[in-house]
């Protein structure tokens, strides 16, 4: 088991970045794949990266691609998700999640909400135009 918590959301104006943290406990971290996502009022809960065990590999869904940069420290059971260029549809909840590394061979990375099994409470961040 596992337990997350995401911290670092705010309020921010368009062009801005802000760094999230995804800190864990309650299990080996580096047994964990990490991913993120986020919700807006009204939408589904949508993938924005995720980032191997090691913190060698990492996707993006490709609306965050090119901004978002998602980093581990290992060390600290701690994994980063570093927004640039943040934009008013960047507004939302934003979760991590923990995905059993054991279940992905290597360069397979759970993209799907229903392959995490344990998240965080949120964190908002929102993007004034």
């Known amino acids: 088991q596992v337990q997350l918590v995401e911290s670092g959301g705010r309020l921010v104006q368009a062009g801005d970045s802000l760094r999230l943290s995804c800190s864990a406990s309650?299990?080996?971290?580096?047994?964990?794949?990490v991913g993120w996502f986020r919700q807006a009022p009204g939408k589904e809960r949508e993938f924005v990266g995720v980032?191997?065990?090691?913190?060698?590999?990492?996707r993006y869904a490709d609306s965050v691609k090119d901004r978002f940069t998602i980093s581990r420290d290992n060390a600290k059971n701690t994994v980063y998700l570093q927004m640039n260029s943040l934009k008013p549809e960047d507004t939302a909840v934003y979760y991590c999640?923990?995905?059993?590394?054991?279940?992905?061979?290597?360069?397979?990375?759970?993209?799907?909400?229903?392959?995490?099994?344990?998240w965080g409470q949120g964190t908002q961040v929102t993007v004034s135009s």
């Open positions: 309650g299990s080996t971290f580096i047994y964990w794949i």
């Open positions: 999640a923990a995905a059993r590394e054991v279940y992905y061979s290597r360069g397979n990375l759970p993209l799907a909400v229903h392959e995490y099994e344990y």
């Open positions: 980032v191997s065990w090691s913190g060698q590999t990492t």
